[in-house]
């Protein structure tokens, strides 16, 4: 079966600018994750969605970053006011639930560079 | 930065055991993983530990934990070329939030 996808898997923005990046996890998968890694370093949580809630939005830098995920499916991560130091690869990932050993399932992706 | 604390470099010989270190803070972690992740890829998991499990074995993957000094290690036995990559230890907080180490980026020679 399809893993998970996001899309675009590179964006180039400048900085000020407003983007969007997008997640698509597994089918049937109810927990949501999103992380940020930064060259040469692990990936760092940020935000982590139980169907179409926030359950944990502790991981955000701050409030110019945002994350939501209407229909319990496909989430979207917002940045606004993009600033040098958010380029990184954002990575999504998903598990069928949540809780010790539901294992998450990354997706490729998204390197995003602001110049 | 990261609780999670790995050795940066390892370098072995094709055919090799190669063995690579994690240190971690949280006690209460009821899971530790190791994810591979190899150029221009996701991360892969590749194995974990339920903290009340001294060792894990996986064919060539053996996974030792001591828990008493929060050290976990990852053995890859019989090393290949395919197994060149980023090694990352990580622990769950919360159980659902992973802290991740830096990453150990294992090269394997000929």
């Known amino acids: 079966g399809a893993g998970v996808s996001q899309t675009p898997s590179n964006k180039v923005t400048e900085k000020g600018k407003y983007v969007e990046l997008r997640c698509d996890p597994i089918?049937?998968?109810?927990?949501l994750y999103w992380y940020r890694q930064s060259l040469g370093q692990g990936p760092e949580f940020l935000i982590y969605f139980q169907g179409t809630g926030a359950a944990d939005d502790s991981g955000l830098p701050n409030d110019r970053f945002f994350a939501v995920r209407p229909e319990g499916s496909v989430s979207t991560l917002k940045i606004q006011r993009t600033e040098r130091g958010d380029s990184a690869v954002y990575l999504c990932?998903?598990?069928?639930?949540?809780?010790?050993?539901?294992?998450?399932?990354f997706g490729p992706g998204t390197r995003l560079t602001v110049l | 930065g990261e609780d999670v604390e790995q050795s940066l470099f390892l370098s072995v010989r094709e055919g090799d055991s190669s063995v690579i270190n994690c240190t971690y803070t949280d006690s209460s972690s009821t899971y530790l993983y190791w994810y591979k992740q190899e150029p221009g890829a996701g991360l892969q998991l590749l194995t974990y530990?339920?903290?009340?499990?001294d060792m894990k074995q996986d064919q060539r993957l053996t996974v030792l934990l001591n828990k008493k000094d929060k050290h976990l290690s990852l053995r890859i036995a019989d090393t290949q070329t395919g197994d060149s990559a980023i090694y990352f230890c990580?622990?769950?907080?919360?159980?659902?939030?992973?802290?991740f180490g830096a990453g150990t980026t294992v090269t394997v020679r000929a």
């Open positions: 089918s049937g998968h109810t927990a």
């Open positions: 530990i339920f903290s009340n499990m």
């Open positions: 990580a622990e769950s907080m919360n159980d659902y939030k992973l802290s």
């Open positions: 990932a998903s598990s069928l639930a949540s809780g010790g050993g539901d294992t998450q399932y």
